[in-house]
């Protein structure tokens, strides 16, 4: 089913870092039950069970949408969530290399978990792609963007936008809403970064690049929101 957080439990999440742009993956355990269960939970805020109708729940939060669906459903109340890997939703690539390297997507086999961090070189820029107008991860009162945040490369943004591609498979979101928005950062040389590429998940194929913040970015790197 589809639920939406308590905003305490919202704001457990939002110190826990991201399974991907937009989302986490979590096992959580309700009051009423001693076993805990697996969610995807969107925004930090709309619950979503991964259960054998996740596709369904899926596919009701596209026609409804986001924000009709946060405010139909009930609150769920969860404690004690544990971040699970993203790679346990890990699929097989449906494109072939080739395909793949015609949407100037890339085959390299390490995601950005899997990587050291380096500094941001004064040339680089990066954007975070959101279905939400809201996006929780922005801190829009120090204009930064919170620890443990991903997002993707700007160069790698225009690339989707030039080969005209599907964001949603090429940074294997779970969701299947359109991206709506561009949250442009530009860290300071003193921010770091995991660079990595967007690994199979989702049902989904990657190839994007993406970008982990550990740590977050300076204040004052959040520069403006624009329509995707």
Known sequence: MIFKAQPQFSKSLLVLPESGM????????????????????????????????????????MLEGYTKMFNSSNILNLEFPVLINRSSLSSIRIFSESNMNTKGRSNDKRGAIEN???????????????AYQDDKRIDYIRKRIIDGTFTTTNEDYLNCKMYNDDPID????????????????NPKSIDRYRPGVVQAANNHNGGGIEALFDNGTSDNTYIERKPY
């Open 22 to 61: 937009g989302y986490q993956i979590i096992d959580a355990k309700r009051y009423d039950k001693s076993t805990t269960d697996r969610f995807i939970v969107y925004n930090s805020e709309l619950i979503v069970e991964y259960d054998n109708y996740f596709n369904n729940y899926k596919r009701q939060i």
């Open 170 to 185: 090429r940074y294997a979101l779970p969701n299947e809403e359109s991206i709506k928005w561009v949250f442009y950062i």
């Open 116 to 130: 050291n961090p380096v500094y941001v070189k004064s040339s680089e820029n990066f954007v975070r792609l959101s």
